[in-house]
């Protein structure tokens, strides 16, 4: 229209077409700054899809960078919190609440107002405070377990514990269990072994060994076995006062 008017001035139809024009441009301009400014607030708002729509109001004609930047960053925003919000969902549907908590909190941070996440949060934090106690009883019957020499009781209990929430504590505490349990069961194999050949003195080290052993490893006291050291012990030293006496007779009747 300009090069037209350029070559011919006098075009009062061209005139009025150019400021048609004018105005047109114009008005697309003052929408896309009000498109602008709306989805800045918006996203100051966390209205992510809000601002979305806001600014693909806007013509393709007055597009600048400003303009861009927002639709890149608004875009980018909303496709976090929808993947964030679908995440929880497959962990909600599957019952994988373990270490769904942060994510959650994530997803707040991001969007506030957003009620079913709020209440959500509150139910995941008295779950995890529910399980918590629910697994340091399991921890505390599975301790009394061991002092008692309940072994396999204790790893059993310690079983009941879901994967998700098994911990460094639990699984060492299970380990020992097996291994005391073991320990045990080896000893006294051995020593009814030995007592019935009467070897005293290897029933009374392998024993001595073991109550030392789970003494220090675990300040456990086993009173069966520290009875069957004692019995071991008497027998140990009345077949010493037999030989003894058995020899002096010898020597006498010599």
């Known amino acids: ?3 037209l008017l350029t070559l011919k001035p006098d075009r009062p139809e061209v005139l009025k077409l ?3 024009l004018e105005k047109r441009d114009a008005d697309l301009l003052e929408a896309r700054d009000a498109a602008i400014s709306k989805a800045t ?3 100051g708002e966390q209205q992510y899809a ?3 729509a806001t600014l693909n109001t806007a013509s393709e004609e007055v597009s600048n960078e400003q303009l861009e930047e927002l639709k890149i960053n608004a875009r980018d925003l909303l496709k976090q919190l929808n993947g964030l919000r679908e995440t929880i969902h497959t962990a909600v549907s599957g019952n994988q609440l373990k270490g769904l908590l942060p994510v959650v909190l994530e997803c707040l941070i991001l969007k ?4 079913d996440l709020v ?4 139910d995941l934090i008295d779950h995890e405070a529910k399980m918590d106690a629910r697994n340091q009883q399991i921890i505390s019957q599975a301790q009394t377990h061991i002092q008692q020499l309940q072994f ?3 790893v059993q209990i310690l079983g009941t514990i879901a994967q998700e929430y098994q911990t460094s504590t639990t699984t060492e505490l299970s380990q020992q269990a097996q291994q005391l349990s073991e320990q ?10 030995d007592l019935s050949k009467k070897r005293y003195r290897a029933t009374i080290k392998k024993i001595s060994n073991y109550l030392g052993e789970i003494d220090f490893a675990a300040q456990i006291q086993d009173p069966e076995l520290q009875q069957m050291l004692d019995e071991a012990k008497g027998k140990a030293s009345a077949s010493f006062r037999k030989k003894k006496l058995a020899a002096f007779v010898i020597a006498a009747v010599c």
Request: glycine share 4%.
């Open 1 to 3: 229209v300009d090069q």
């Open 18 to 20: 150019k400021e048609q």
């Open 41 to 43: 607030q918006q996203l």
């Open 50 to 52: 809000e601002a979305v």
């Open 112 to 115: 506030a107002d957003q009620d």
């Open 119 to 122: 209440k959500l949060k509150q």
């Open 152 to 154: 396999d009781e204790a």
């Open 184 to 193: 045990r069961q080896g000893v006294l194999s051995a020593v009814s072994v």
